[in-house]
């Protein structure tokens, strides 16, 4: 991707970086989008890792030294953003909530990454009836509502509720079932086309194994799009995440904080005017998302080279024609 | 069965490659291939959706175990026929949806046929009314975003629309609660309609469940005025959830089109920008967003899902969430697979008309 030219000399790793070379070479309104992006989805992490120490209070903490805490209290000095209608302190729920997404989109991400790739490339690569029927079932799954499917696996799973780790897993499980068919696609697509490269025949003439081309030769070629495909997932898995949550497929708030559960709570507020058990959560989630997407965007305008911008002054208006990942995304 | 799928990647654009050596007749036969394409899609949702359900055991189990003593449960069980094997149950059960029968309610015994008659209208509705404030919203924002491409204002609508995808809907829908029904009064909280429009809406000779054309026809315009504030809500947050999508596509197709040679000629001509935009490069740009609109409603039938829960809009999906949280999965088993049937048939009829508008998806 960072131009691989016959003469220039590589550049270190740290600049060939999926974030860091497209920050490089970045201009304007994109490296803006871009930096945005990645101060959001950095705070979002740095949030989850530091959650422990930046909470005043436990994600399930509903007393201290001073005696439990009031209900639906507006916020103020003891609690910075209020308390819920369970008696929970809002702030304390929206920082342990970006821990439990992380851990979400962490599982789900890696869990449909290894099927979905391994799938589209043993699909792409071997063609045949296990193609055929691959790719009908993944089309299957692909048109059907994600967040429908989501909810089925999320009931076989963990009936509904359960505790921190069965409900992330269930969680992942059901992200990881709706995100697979997109990566087969992907995946497959592009293994189909760099089978008929001139690289891989002469690979074949050579005499290396099947195993060998697919995972030298086919993957890393056919793996180019997937930092652009984890960004725009990551940020799906948390809305699917939160959907679940606000249907009440989530995890149990004594098991762990998560935005969408929260969210289902604070809709009963609403009408007595209370506002800050839903705007806050919900807040976190609109941000969290946005970074992700804005991190994903670029990344595809900066793939593209005639989206790109460029760096010189007075750069010529390429006529852009719709990618094919801009036209199709949801 | 086997040789349907053999035809197709199930893709429109590389259906009928065959027929391209006929000129004509591409059109009928496109159309016959893509109807029988919708088999064996809704058949693996319904094998899927089948197995994944009777994982977790019987239904009945599940819905009132605990609450029946167990020889009652055993009995009930063995009348519904979940005692026998799996595979047979599974057969049993593809016989039934051949012939209409999905299956009949657990908790309140009610035909799943007549669950979706009665509240997919109450849906049907809300899509309809967020369709029309995503393509209001969309078109023309798309347009202008195109127009000022890389200028402040495209930045800005751009922003605007990773904004309508990045927030929930239930989340648009709180806040719209909060800020146009609780402080500002403007509109009712939640619901389809007033107890009192409700009830006269009932008294309709063969009401088709669309309030507002039910309203229309008998001529009610209080009634009109009450759906109408009711339903204002629900369109906005659910539509502004694909406008976000609608705009982004407009924006990329007519910056596609307007990089065409026939703009540039259109423009040396001394047609203006905005005549370009409106006339000579939309129309091009429609063909990809009538084939996007189609994947959209699988989005939009899970936003319902969502929208009719925050605002108590007892439509399909609010009463999903009801069966759902009632432990009666032969419900929800019955909705899902008429959902997905619901999905397989528009995205057929999306395709045929694309096919209509543009020749060469059929070749």
Redesign the interface.
């Known amino acids: 991707m960072s131009t691989p030219s016959l003469t220039a000399p590589k550049q270190p790793l740290f600049f060939r970086l999926p974030v860091v070379s497209h920050l490089r070479k970045s201009v304007g ?1 994109q490296r803006g989008m871009l930096v945005v992006g990645v101060v959001l989805s950095g705070l979002f992490l740095l949030t989850s890792i530091f959650a422990p120490l930046l909470a005043p209070y436990g994600y399930s903490q509903l007393s201290d030294a001073s005696g439990s805490f009031p209900t639906q209290q507006a916020p103020g000095a003891k609690h910075l953003l209020g308390t819920t209608v369970g008696g929970y302190d809002v702030l304390s729920r929206v920082l342990w909530g970006s821990q439990t997404a992380v851990t979400v989109i962490i599982v789900s991400v890696a869990m449909s990454l290894f099927l979905g790739v391994a799938l589209g490339l043993l699909s792409g690569y071997f063609g045949g009836w296990l193609d ?2 691959l ?3 993944a ?3 692909y ?6 499917l989501a ?3 999320s ?2 799973i963990s ?2 509720q359960s505790s921190f780790w069965g409900g992330i897993f269930s969680c992942a499980f059901s992200i990881t079932v709706v995100f697979v068919p997109q990566y087969f696609r992907v995946i497959r697509a592009e293994t189909i086309r760099l089978k008929a490269e001139p690289f891989v025949e002469s690979a074949k003439v050579l005499g290396a194994s099947s195993l060998r081309i697919i995972g030298r030769h086919i993957f890393k070629n056919a793996t180019r799009t997937l930092p652009l495909m984890f960004t725009l997932n990551a ?1 799906e898995a948390i ?1 699917t995440l ?2 679940l949550g ?4 989530g995890i149990e708030p004594t098991s762990a904080a998560e935005w ?1 559960f929260d ?2 709570k ?2 009963a507020d ?4 209370i ?1 800050w058990t ?2 806050f959560p ?1 807040i976190a ?2 941000l969290t ?2 970074g992700l ?2 991190v994903g ?1 670029s990344i595809n305008d900066l793939n593209d080279p005639r989206i790109r ?1 460029r760096k010189r002054a007075g750069a010529t ?1 390429t ?5 094919a990942s ?5 | 069965m086997t040789t349907l799928i053999e035809v197709p990647e199930a893709e429109p654009g590389i259906v009928a490659p065959k027929s391209k050596s006929k000129a004509g007749g591409g059109l009928g036969k496109y159309i016959v291939i893509r109807f029988f394409l919708i088999i064996p899609t809704v058949f693996i949702l319904v094998t899927l959706v089948f197995f994944l359900m009777r994982v977790i055991g019987d239904p009945i189990t599940a819905a009132q175990g605990g609450r029946l003593p167990p020889d009652v449960l055993a009995q009930r069980i063995h009348d519904a026929g979940y005692d026998r094997p799996v595979l047979i149950q599974y057969f049993e059960y593809l016989g039934q949806l051949i012939t209409g029968n999905f299956g009949s309610t657990i908790t309140d015994r009610r035909p799943v046929v007549e669950v979706l008659t009665t509240f997919g209208a109450a849906t049907l509705e809300l899509s309809i009314n967020a369709l029309i404030v995503a393509l209001a919203v969309g078109i023309p924002f798309g347009l202008i975003a195109a127009q000022h491409r890389d200028k402040s204002s495209d930045a800005v609508l751009r922003f605007f629309a990773i904004l309508c995808y990045a927030t929930p809907v239930f989340f648009s829908g709180l806040l719209l609660k909060l800020t146009f029904s609780v402080w500002l009064g403007w509109f009712p909280v939640a619901g389809r309609a007033s107890t009192r429009t409700e009830l006269t809406m009932s008294t309709l000779g063969a009401p088709s469940g669309i309030y507002w054309l039910d309203a229309l026809r008998s001529g009610n315009f209080a009634a009109l005025g009450d759906v109408a504030s009711h339903a204002v809500l629900p369109a906005v947050a659910l539509g502004l959830l694909t406008a976000g999508v609608f705009l982004r596509l407009v924006r990329t197709n007519v910056i596609g089109t307007l990089g065409k040679d026939y703009i540039e000629a259109g423009r040396s001509r001394g047609v203006s920008e905005f005549r370009l935009v409106t006339k000579h490069a939309y129309k091009p740009a429609l063909i990809p967003i009538i084939t996007v609109m189609g994947l959209q409603i699988a989005l939009m039938l899970g936003g319902a899902i969502l929208t009719e829960t925050t605002f108590e809009w007892k439509g399909l999906g609010y009463q999903l969430v009801q069966y759902l949280n009632a432990r009666d999965f032969v419900a929800v088993q019955g909705i899902v697979v008429l959902l997905a049937i619901i999905v397989a048939v528009t995205n057929f009829i999306v395709d045929i008309i694309a096919a209509l508008i543009d020749p060469r998806v059929r070749y």
């Open positions: 309104l055929r029927i790719v009908v079932v089309d299957a799954i048109a059907f509502p994600t967040l429908l909810i089925v696996i009931i076989v009936r509904g940020s809305l939160a959907g606000f249907l009440g497929f969408g969210l289902n604070a809709l609403t009408s007595s005017g506002w839903g705007v919900g989630i609109v998302v946005l997407t804005l965007e911008g208006k006529p852009a024609t719709p990618t801009e036209a199709g995304k949801p």
